[in-house]
């Protein structure tokens, strides 16, 4: 089954960096673009950063545009979130997604989040 | 950047009760809608993609319809674990950009 397990949150001061992963199990990673979205808390849902399957384009929010920065590693079915410049309106909880991808009457459908994991807790705050 | 409001922010209804909730976006996003259900200290999870199609799993009771910028969820009657916060997305922009509704609480009555 699809496992997503992020990992690296914690509190840091404002404009202090922070490196989140995500450990993606259970489907052929390498063959999926996949998501970071965040989630203030008790407020709603906000798509922060994308990843094409290969690494090969980058698509980002603009209020982390320059500051947040993903990658990925397919050899360690491994996805980043590299954050720097951290400010209070950035305290979160970061979840991974994977994008989703089906073929429907011969059109591939893509950019919804059919997994998530459970995600991590950033905070902000001196 | 496409803006979706959610209505209403709170819907109180029974168990075995229809729940319609709505989902306008700011401009045409066709059909490229999708449908989450949040429930507390969980990760969100589809239920319907492209306006109206039922995720793997995801049982009959929830439907999508709607196309442009109006959209519609339907639970045709309320299960006790229905209750929860629901979620509409967009992704006319793909890959550049995605947005969310605000969300709408469905609670008991």
């Known amino acids: 089954q699809v496992q997503l397990v992020e990992s690296g949150g914690g509190v840091v001061q404002p404009g202090g960096s922070l490196r989140l992963s995500c450990a993606a199990s259970?489907?052929?990673?390498?063959?999926?673009?996949m998501h970071w979205v965040r989630q203030a808390p008790g407020k709603g849902l906000e798509w922060v950063a994308f990843i094409r399957y290969d690494g090969s384009n980058k698509y980002y929010a603009d209020s982390v545009k320059g500051r947040f920065t993903i990658s990925r590693d397919n050899s360690k079915n491994t996805l980043y979130l590299q954050m720097n410049s951290l400010r209070a309106e950035d305290t979160a909880v970061y979840y991974c997604?994977?994008?989703?991808?089906?073929?429907?009457?011969?059109?591939?459908?893509?950019?919804?989040?059919?997994?998530w994991g459970q995600g991590t807790l950033v905070t902000v705050s001196s | 950047e496409i803006v979706l409001t959610q209505s209403p922010a709170t819907l109180s209804l029974s168990p075995g009760e229809r729940a319609t909730l709505s989902c306008r976006a700011s401009?045409?996003?066709?059909?490229?809608l999708a449908w989450y259900q949040q429930k507390p200290g969980q990760a969100p999870r589809l239920l319907i993609y492209?306006?109206?199609n039922r995720a793997t799993g995801i049982p009959a009771r929830f439907s999508g319809s709607g196309s442009g910028t109006d959209f519609t969820l339907t639970i045709s009657s309320l299960e006790p674990e229905d209750f929860a916060v629901y979620y509409c997305?967009?992704?006319?922009?793909?890959?550049?950009?995605?947005?969310f509704g605000q969300g709408t609480k469905l609670e008991i009555k």
């Open positions: 997604a994977k994008d989703f991808s089906a073929m429907v009457r011969g059109v591939i459908i893509r950019g919804y989040f059919d997994y």
């Open positions: 401009q045409s996003v066709s059909s490229y």
């Open positions: 492209d306006a109206s």
């Open positions: 997305q967009q992704r006319s922009n793909w890959p550049r950009g995605y947005t």
């Open positions: 259970g489907f052929t990673f390498s063959s999926y673009g």
